[in-house]
């Protein structure tokens, strides 16, 4: 299958600071990205998504970035806390025949006391 | 909010035998549906799209008579892993999208499959 990014990095934050997560996208053939927040043994949980005609867009807590030029995703959490802590997926919504939704690698964001 | 239901969560099954995951859509009308593997502390790799009433679109490298995918109705689609052997351990997760065309997709909770 296809793969968006293709590193699964670990990221450790204090407590109460920002973390940024970012993802590689390969396939210029899509038009909507969405963040994953996935806990073990479960299924992935809707974070935000974003359009391709955005480049920006916040919700609660959490920002997400496009940027097409050299497609790069980023999701911004701001004041982690540590029910954060979790594996992260970009995926991305490529257009065609049949759309479908293709899953990054992940990065597990590990948020210490 | 769309709720997606797996069933079963876990299931252990022994070499040679077969195994059905139900996916329902809870809330919401699916007209697709889409299944995904995950292995230990790796990405969901997508297996195959489907679409309610026609055949479903198989990855690369994904076998279609292994795996088999049925989206009889607007609410449900079954994975049925045919012969399983001990390599087809794994998490597997379903998908859905709702009739009205919008890009979000919804998660079942999973099923872990071990087989013996």
């Known amino acids: 299958g296809e793969s968006v990014g293709l590193h699964l990095p670990t990221l450790s934050v204090q407590e109460g600071d920002n973390s940024i997560i970012n993802c590689a996208y390969s396939?210029?053939?899509?038009?909507?990205f969405i963040w994953y927040k996935q806990e073990s043994g479960k299924g992935p949980q809707f974070i935000i998504d974003?359009?391709?005609?955005?480049d920006k867009r916040q919700g609660q807590r959490v920002t997400v970035l496009l940027n097409k030029t050299v497609k790069h995703l980023s999701l911004q959490i701001a004041a982690t806390q540590p029910g954060d802590s979790a594996v992260y997926f970009c995926?991305?919504?490529?257009?065609?025949?049949?759309?479908?939704?293709?899953f990054g690698q992940g990065t597990r964001l590990t948020i210490n006391p | 909010g769309a709720v997606v239901s797996q069933h079963p969560s876990r299931v252990i099954c022994k070499s040679g035998t077969s195994v059905k995951i139900e996916c329902r859509s809870l809330?919401?009308?699916?007209?697709?549906m889409f299944w995904y593997r995950q292995f230990p502390k790796q990405s969901l790799m997508l297996m195959a799209t489907?679409?309610?009433?026609?055949?479903?679109?198989?990855e690369q490298g994904v076998e279609k008579d292994k795996f088999l995918i049925n989206h009889a109705s607007l609410t449900l689609s079954t994975l049925t892993v045919t012969s399983a052997h001990p390599e087809d351990s794994s998490f597997y997760i379903c998908?859905?999208?709702?009739?009205?065309?919008?890009?979000?997709?919804?998660f079942g909770q999973g099923t872990r499959l071990t087989v013996v």
């Open positions: 998908s859905a999208r709702d009739v009205t065309g919008k890009a979000e997709a919804f």
């Open positions: 396939n210029s053939a899509s038009d909507y």
């Open positions: 974003i359009r391709s005609n955005m």
């Open positions: 995926a991305e919504n490529i257009l065609g025949g049949a759309q479908k939704l293709v």
């Open positions: 809330d919401f009308q699916a007209t697709t």
């Open positions: 489907s679409n309610e009433g026609s055949k479903a679109t198989y």
